[in-house]
Nanobody
């Protein structure tokens, strides 16, 4: 089994910054992509940023130039540096990881429990 634990959410004023972390633990042979999603009240969950095992990144248009995803491969951890935050960034942020636990088995996607980010105007 694999667990993802997020941290770093909180309340910040518009224009401020936060850094989210997500650490994967458990039976892990390799991790392909890791990503961040968010879900605001009444809205669908949406991709914020993703980073592959090779370090390639993909961002939602709404966060390009403000958010940066990075990984510590040795620690199985993904980060999301969020700068110039806006009230519309308010949401629960979830991380996910595409994990191969046992060589020759199938990859599975795991999710964290979510961390609240609130940006006040």
């Amino acid at each position: 089994q694999v667990q993802l634990v997020e941290s770093g959410g909180g309340l910040v004023q518009a224009g401020g910054s936060l850094r989210l972390s997500c650490a994967a633990s458990g039976t892990i042979f390799s991790i392909n992509a890791m990503g961040w999603y968010r879900q605001a009240p009444g809205k669908q969950r949406e991709l914020v940023a993703a980073i592959t095992s090779g370090g390639s990144t993909n961002y939602a248009d709404s966060v390009k130039g403000r958010f940066t995803a990075s990984r510590d491969y040795a620690k199985n951890t993904v980060y999301l540096q969020m700068n110039s935050l806006k009230p519309e960034d308010t949401a629960v942020y979830y991380c996910n990881a595409d994990v191969l636990s046992i060589p020759g088995s199938f990859r599975q996607t795991y999710w964290g429990q979510g961390t609240q980010v609130t940006v006040s105007s």
